[in-house]
């Protein structure tokens, strides 16, 4: 299975699931999918998220300090889901 597969089939499944338990989904919705891509572009190779292309998403996207912290604390989230799903 392919980086973008994988990262796309478990943000689609975690983004199921939120729905499921009433949880809003708006917020990953427009930030995950753009560093899912911006990973897959950049690093086509990895089999998995690392801290340098959270790095590289970070210094290349113009976030406000606060808006990096957002950021972090969503792709945290999703990567806890990826962790759970193994």
């Known amino acids: ?3 973008e597969k994988r990262l796309n089939d478990a ?7 939120r729905t499921s338990v009433g949880y809003a989904t708006a917020t ?4 995950v999918p753009p560093f899912i891509r911006f990973c897959v572009e950049k690093f086509h190779n990895s089999e ?18 606060n808006s990096k ?3 972090i604390a969503l792709l945290r989230e999703y990567t806890r889901y990826l962790n759970f799903l193994g």
């Open 11 to 17: 943000f689609e499944e975690m983004m199921s699931y």
């Open 28 to 31: 990953y919705r427009s930030s």
């Open 69 to 71: 912290a957002a950021f």
């Open 48 to 65: 998995l998220i690392t801290p340098e292309m959270i790095d590289e998403w970070l210094a290349f996207y113009p976030y406000t300090i």
């Open 1 to 3: 299975m392919t980086l």
